[in-house]
C-alpha cells in the first residue's frame, strides 16, 4: 500500500506505529552535527512532561520555558534574538502565565493567547509548552508536520493557521483511534509521527523503504549516505 498521497491521508495505524518507531533515528539523522539535539529531544519528550505532571499544578519554570526554546531552535533554524527574548521573561511572570494557560485547556486558543504575553511567546512556542504538558489536547506547531498536511501551506504563524493545524491533527487523532484498539494516538504523537516522515524522506529514506512511504525516490536512495538538509525558515 503506498502512501503516494503522504502519510496525513493514511488511516492504518501500523503504518503510523512503524513510522513512530523510527522517530529517534530520524532525529539522530537530523542532528548531524548538532550533538546536544537528541538530549534536548529527550528531555522535551520525557523529562519536562514528568516534571510538569508531577507537580500540583501544571505549570513551566523559567529555566524550562529557556531551555525548551533551545530545543526548539535546535531542530530548526537558530535564532539567538528569540533565546535572548524567552530570558528576558521572569520566574515569577512565566510560572503565573504558564499555570494559566494550562488551566485554560481545553480552550486551545486562549491557552495559546495567554502565552502570548511572554516574551517571544508566539504560536509555535505557545504550543510547544502546551504539548509538554498536555499531549493529549495539543501539537507543536512543526513546520515539517503542517507542510505534510494538506492546504496548509504556505504557513502562516498566526492564531488562526494553528487552530486550523489542530484540527487537522485532531480529525487525524479521532480516525486512527477508532480502529486502533490501543487508542494511544494523541495530537503530539501524530505531529511527531508526521515530522519523522517528512524528515526522513529528505535525510534517510532508507528507514520508510519498507513501507513504500518515499515512494521510487526512497528506493533509489537507500543505500546513499545521510545528507544534511537545506534549512526552512522557521518562526
Request: hydrophobic share 40%.
Amino acid at each position: 500500500m503506498p502512501l503516494s498521497g503522504g502519510l496525513y491521508g493514511c488511516e492504518d495505524p501500523t503504518y503510523w506505529k512503524t513510522v513512530f518507531d523510527v522517530y529517534w533515528d530520524v532525529l539522530k539523522a537530523k542532528g548531524g552535527k548538532k550533538k546536544n539535539l537528541s538530549e534536548l529531544d529527550k528531555w522535551y519528550q520525557e523529562e519536562l512532561p514528568g516534571a510538569i505532571a508531577g507537580r500540583k499544578e501544571k505549570y513551566l519554570t523559567q529555566g524550562e520555558v529557556v531551555k525548551l526554546m533551545e530545543w526548539k531552535l535546535a531542530r530548526g533554524k537558530f535564532r539567538p534574538r528569540l533565546q535572548q527574548l524567552v530570558a528576558t521573561n521572569s520566574s515569577e511572570t512565566v510560572e503565573i502565565c504558564t499555570r494559566k494557560a494550562f488551566q485554560l485547556l481545553p480552550d486551545v486558543a486562549a491557552a495559546i493567547t495567554e502565552l502570548s504575553q511572554l516574551q517571544a511567546g508566539g504560536p509555535a512556542t505557545a504550543s510547544a509548552i502546551l504539548a509538554a504538558g498536555a499531549p493529549e489536547a495539543v501539537a507543536f506547531m512543526a513546520d515539517e508536520a503542517m507542510e505534510s498536511i494538506p492546504g496548509l501551506t504556505p504557513i502562516r504563524y498566526t492564531l488562526k493557521h494553528y487552530i486550523l493545524y489542530l484540527g487537522k491533527i485532531q480529525l487525524c487523532v479521532k480516525k486512527l483511534n477508532q480502529v486502533d484498539t490501543e487508542k494511544v494516538w494523541t495530537p503530539h504523537r501524530v505531529e511527531m509521527c508526521l515530522w519523522a516522515w517528512a524528515m526522513a524522506q529528505k535525510l534517510c529514506p532508507s528507514l520508510l523503504q519498507t513501507l513504500s512511504l518515499g515512494g521510487e525516490k526512497a528506493a533509489d536512495e537507500a543505500d546513499e549516505d545521510v545528507r544534511p538538509t537545506k534549512k526552512r525558515k522557521t518562526r
